[in-house]
């Protein structure tokens, strides 16, 4: 799984996985908005159990990596394995720390549009090297192909039953502005796939 993977894959997934997870904890959660599917679990398990982002994302990735090994490609899976692990690291860490900006929870609007920014680029560059450091890719893949609907209706359904769940939390207010979080990380995902990345293999 890990032998055909480049190692500057590898290095551009970590410092993305980074980038999420900074994006995650510092702008977030400290302003109550989510995400939806595994992203948006993590939170929702912080509020409910106070367990930790980087322990549940690693388990719920991991659980979603292993459901989808026999239908995914392994390289994917392998580089998919290396973000979630520098998510959950990098996430832990930044716990350690402490929030940079506090204040930011006052400004749902502003932090709406930077977390999507930190998400999009985060996991879009991850995506974009082949891999994802949240498992939502392969478990969308994965229902994809064994109930052969079509995947933008997985992504859908997987993020409104999270942001539902969240309501236990969440005022309908600050869902609204995670629903332009979630629009908007998308967009940028989106972009990211069309932009070429070419690395020589190492």
């Known amino acids: 799984m890990f032998r055909n993977l480049k190692l500057s894959h590898c290095i551009i997934a970590v410092f993305a996985s980074a980038l999420l997870a900074f994006g995650l904890f510092n702008i977030h959660s400290v302003a109550d908005i989510t995400e939806g599917g595994v992203l948006g679990m993590t939170l929702l398990l912080e509020r409910w159990f106070n367990i930790s982002p980087s322990l549940s994302g690693l388990i719920l990735n991991l659980l979603c990596y292993i459901i989808g090994f026999k239908v995914l490609d392994k390289s994917f899976i392998g580089y998919s394995i290396i973000s979630a692990l520098s998510f959950s690291i990098c996430y832990r860490l930044f716990e350690l720390v402490g929030p940079v900006w506090p204040q930011i929870a006052d400004y749902p609007l502003l932090a709406a549009i930077l977390g999507a920014g930190f998400v999009g680029i985060g996991v879009g560059v991850c995506v974009r090297i082949g891999g994802a450091p949240s498992g939502d890719d392969a478990l969308a893949m994965s229902i994809s192909h064994i109930s052969r609907i079509h995947i933008q209706w997985v992504y859908l359904i997987c993020d409104i039953v999270v942001l539902a769940l969240s309501l236990t939390y969440i005022?309908?207010?600050k869902i609204l502005y995670s629903l332009l979080t979630v629009v908007l990380s998308g967009q940028i995902i989106g972009?990211?796939?069309?932009?070429?990345?070419?690395?020589?293999?190492h």
């Open 171 to 173: 005022p309908i207010s």
């Open 191 to 201: 972009l990211i796939q069309r932009i070429p990345l070419k690395l020589q293999q």
